[in-house]
């Protein structure tokens, strides 16, 4: 079983930043071995993707609504994957969640954390 633990949401103005982070922790499981992405929910909507890296973080991929705007790292050596949020707008208000990821886009975990809010004034 995997654990994923979000962490550095809050609440900033429009044109602020962010800087979200995510521990992975599983008894069986190989951080470096999957690519990490990014997801997010915002109220009565469904989860979408934001962006993702490969395991190497020698690659990457962003939704085109925060291409641009949102830099997404990885420290294998930290088993964390990190969010870097820019120009934040009030339509990027939800939780983010992280988890691996399946050919760069789809959730590989049924089970997610319970993500981290960030909510952006205008």
């Known amino acids: 079983q995997v654990q994923l633990v979000e962490s550095g949401g809050g609440l900033v103005q429009a044109g602020g930043s962010l800087r979200l982070s995510c521990a992975a922790s599983g008894r069986t499981f190989s951080f470096s071995n999957y690519a990490m992405g990014w997801f997010r929910q915002a109220p009565g909507k469904e989860r979408e993707f934001v962006a993702a890296?490969?395991?190497?973080?020698?690659?990457?991929l962003y939704a085109d609504f925060v291409k641009g705007r949102f830099t997404i790292s990885r420290d294998n050596a930290k088993n964390t994957v990190e969010l870097q949020m820019n120009s934040l707008q009030p339509v990027d208000t939800a939780v983010y969640y992280c988890?691996?990821?399946?050919?760069?886009?789809?959730?590989?975990?049924?089970?997610w954390g319970q993500g981290t809010q960030v909510t952006v004034s205008s």
């Open positions: 890296i490969n395991w190497s973080g020698g690659s990457t």
């Open positions: 988890n691996a990821v399946v050919g760069m886009r789809r959730p590989l975990f049924g089970s």
